[in-house]
């Protein structure tokens, strides 16, 4: 492979031989679905940043702005107000008017119907759409007028103003389908049966065509009315082997690779160095936590020793020094140091493979003739290991915990998958036998209910919502989950955080390894992207991008 990327460094393949009006994009995962408000994966994000649009969202300065609202809701402007719940319980009552000439693709009016559809089918747990809190609280959805609704909300948040992933769907498409059998919608959906049809999309594209696994073909939505895109055509192509994914690049089949699911920073840099004039680079801190979920279930995980002593284990300021140059931050929770809520007093785990023995040996797990571990009863310490299949970052990552553990008498089975089956089965529905590594995007100072509280933890009956996939339990956790919300006091919710943090880093339902930079690799010839480091994906801003 050295030599093939040295042949294609000295051909010297001119990114500017694609079509301008063309852009080729390449991303290490493919989506699970293509439905705004079914399961969470960064590709999908990514994905919908150029076909759809949310009702608000956070841009690369980290302010809340309007996308398809006319005004952000607040207190002082009156679309916002204090009133107290059918139960007499505070609440709070929010006006979302959306802007005026919104059309879907295939030129119907997006309405406040469309608003009311998306909030009638999250409110049915049957459908198994996230966040579920946010339809949980909002009880009452009014519609006032074609372009304006009120929402009303069991309870007063900081962040009400945000909508998150709350954005309208199409009624006159999915409505029926929602309708004939609610459980069975997520599969019988459009947006991935027909993801062709020009009436799903919302955003400055639409998809035209997919390759399932391999690729989404984006093309000029004709019925935006916004700010006109620069590219009459956006390919999407998947390559989850990052070794493959740098050829291709170096070869002119991709123009760029996206900064939220490209290349390892490591990678990256190695390619910096050989060709710094062919690509512009930018590596960017974020609020991207790489972590390992366990499964509470397992009954060697659930020994919470056990957890900490597979930590303790770990080296992981030498993996990153070593692996990445040095270019993550060593993660103690799941509060980046970026974060105004971080809480740099939390509860640290250093490299200590002797305290990690003694916590093995305290939990009843003795040394074998092997060096693996047994207990009583003669099993082994032996537990799986699974990420996102090419990924080389995180399967040479794999190797060196595997080899860490391994000295502590704790045997790891590796055992990887394609990400469009990690996500969309086997962690959406807890079929991870022990240990799972990817990684969180969140936004500032978002609050982790979806990931941490226990009624987020994945079952049949909310048809597989929720993505609290250790299967975490805390009674403490769950009330500062719902108390941290319903705080407006930014001083009064520090301590809420603090305690927040202090549960996980003494609980560990995740093993945190470190806080990524993401490597963005352009075109020389484009100017406009901006990398936003957290939830929202620098794609919702497509528009601002051009070729020079």
Known sequence: MRALVAALLALGFAAAAQPRDVLTIGITQ????????????????????????????????????????????????????????????????????????????????????????????????????????????????????????????????????????????????????????????????????????????????????????SGVNLERNLAWSGAAPAFRSIRIRTVENTTALEAQLLSGQLDMIAGELGLPVEQAAALQRRAPSRFRFEFRPGLIYEHIDTNLDNPILADRRLRQALLLALDRPRIVAQLFEGRQTVAHGLVNPLDAMADPDIRQYPYDPARAVAL???????????????????????????????????????????????????????????????????????????????????????????????DEIPRAERNFSGQNYPGFRHAEMNALLEALPIELDPAARRPLWNRLQAIYAEELPSLPLWFRQDAHIWPAWLEGVRPTGHLSPSSLWVEQWRAR
């Not at 553990?405 to 089975?413: L, S």
């Open 30 to 213: 493919y989506p699970s679905t293509l439905h705004p408000n079914i399961e969470n994966m960064a590709a999908k994000s990514y994905v919908l940043g150029f076909t759809r649009r949310p009702i608000n969202a956070r841009d690369a300065d980290w302010a809340l702005v309007c996308l398809l609202c006319e005004t952000l809701p607040s207190l002082e402007n009156g679309q916002a107000a204090r009133e107290t719940t059918p139960d007499g319980r505070p609440g709070i009552r929010v006006t979302l008017r959306l802007r005026e000439g919104l059309r879907w693709g295939d030129n119907t009016p997006i309405t406040a119907d469309d608003l009311r559809f998306a909030w009638e089918a999250g409110r049915d747990p049957a459908t198994g759409f996230g966040p579920a809190e946010f339809y949980r609280s909002a009880y009452e959805l009014i519609v006032v007028d074609p372009r304006t609704v009120t929402l009303r909300f069991d309870r007063v948040t900081f962040d009400f103003a945000a909508m998150g992933d709350f954005q309208p769907l199409p009624a006159h498409i999915e409505r029926p389908i929602w309708q004939a059998d609610p459980r069975a919608y997520r599969t019988r959906t459009q947006y991935d049966t027909n993801p062709g049809n020009p009436g799903l999309w919302s955003g400055p594209y639409r998809v035209a065509s997919v390759q399932p696994g």
């Open 360 to 454: 093995l040996e305290e939990a009843g797990w003795r040394l074998a003739p092997d060096g693996i571990r047994r207990n009583a009863a003669g099993e082994r310490l032996s537990l799986e290991l699974m990420t996102t299949a090419g990924n080389r970052s995180r399967e040479q990552v794999q190797q060196v915990l595997a080899a860490m553990w391994r000295a502590v008498g704790v045997e790891a089975r590796i055992r990887n998958e394609p990400p469009r089956v990690f996500f969309a089965e086997t962690l959406s529905r807890r079929r991870h036998q022990a240990l799972a590594m990817f990684a969180w995007i969140s936004s500032p100072e978002n609050v982790p209910r979806a990931s941490l509280h226990s």
